[in-house]
């Protein structure tokens, strides 16, 4: 981003606050997550609000769950605010304490952990409730699957950094699944509170944010994706453990959490070197070679579970 278009935006921020809250911000930080959505932290007076703008996105859809969310208890931000300024859509939030666990991850302790594991599964019990009224008929689970699998296979094979063969390796394990896929129902779950998205202040969860879709289907996806996302970043999985006790898996659904680990590896895999509006997901020789020894812990790990 330009500094002419850094200032262009604070000023527009500005006024935006202005008009909403009849007074000016009097601190301002554009936060570094975000790939689809500018994020500000603002602080006008004695309150903080968050900001998302967009030049795309109306979030029609946002606004949607999260007060569908707030009528389950569910901790979201309350929507404040929404309109166009200018060329963008905004959204102003309320703010809500805490850091994403993956900042805090290490700190956390075994007993942290297990709390924020058990309130993680009664927020998605909870979740559960919601109408999926814009389901349509002839809705599969497994559709859902090939789609993320397709889309690796597309990134992998634009960007190079990985041998596409992976993926089709992971989509030939779908046979194992064809009955327990074919009993998934379109169930709501938040689906993208891994090792971000989840904020926690003193060792519990203290909000829910960026909340711009509901999964369907199999909420073990969430599970799997904090598990890659953790191993990704070098860290204990113990939380991951907790969750999968709190859910209290068959053996069907253990193996599935195998296959859906692997799915998300060379969906991370896809990611690498991606290009979203001003930000470049990163990737390096270290990156490429730690989810290659994901991948290959996750395969072993599988096939160690089919051997017995």
């Not at 898996?249 to 799915?263: D, G, I, P, T």
């Amino acid at each position: 981003m330009s500094e002419t278009t850094k200032n262009n935006l604070e000023e527009m921020v500005s006024n935006l606050f202005f008009s909403c809250f009849q007074t000016y911000p009097q601190e301002m930080e554009r936060c570094s997550i975000g790939i689809g959505n500018l994020v500000y932290i603002v602080k006008c007076a004695d309150a903080m609000y968050v900001l998302r703008c967009s030049q795309e996105d109306s979030y029609v859809d946002t606004i949607h769950w999260l007060q569908e969310l707030r009528k389950l208890d569910v901790p979201v931000p309350e929507v404040l605010h929404h309109g166009i300024c200018e060329e963008y859509h905004y959204l102003i939030l309320s703010y809500l304490p805490g850091k994403d666990i993956g900042v805090v991850y290490n700190d956390l302790s075994k007993a942290h952990k297990q709390t924020i594991a058990k309130d993680v599964m009664q927020i998605q019990r909870r979740v559960k409730d919601l109408p999926m009224s814009h389901i349509e008929d002839g809705w599969s689970w497994v559709q859902i699957v090939d789609e993320l699998l397709d889309r690796a296979v597309d990134r992998i094979s634009e960007n190079g950094y990985f041998d596409v063969e992976k993926v089709q390796k992971v989509r030939s394990l779908k046979g194992y699944f064809e009955a327990y896929f074919a009993g998934i129902k379109p169930v709501a779950y938040l689906d993208d509170i891994s090792t971000k998205n989840l904020l926690i202040q003193d060792g519990n969860v203290s909000g829910v944010i960026d909340v711009d879709w509901m999964g369907e289907g199999d909420d073990l996806t969430f599970i799997a994706m904090t598990y890659v996302a953790l191993l990704n970043m070098e860290c204990e999985t113990d939380y991951v453990d907790y969750l999968l006790e709190e859910r209290d898996c068959s053996a069907v659904e253990r193996k599935a959490f195998l296959f859906y680990s692997l799915m998300y590896c060379v969906d991370f895999m896809g990611e690498r070197g991606m290009q979203f509006g001003d930000k470049k997901v990163e990737v390096n020789e270290e990156i490429v070679g730690r989810l290659n020894w994901i991948y290959e812990m996750l395969w072993e790990r599988w096939e160690g579970e089919n051997r017995k």
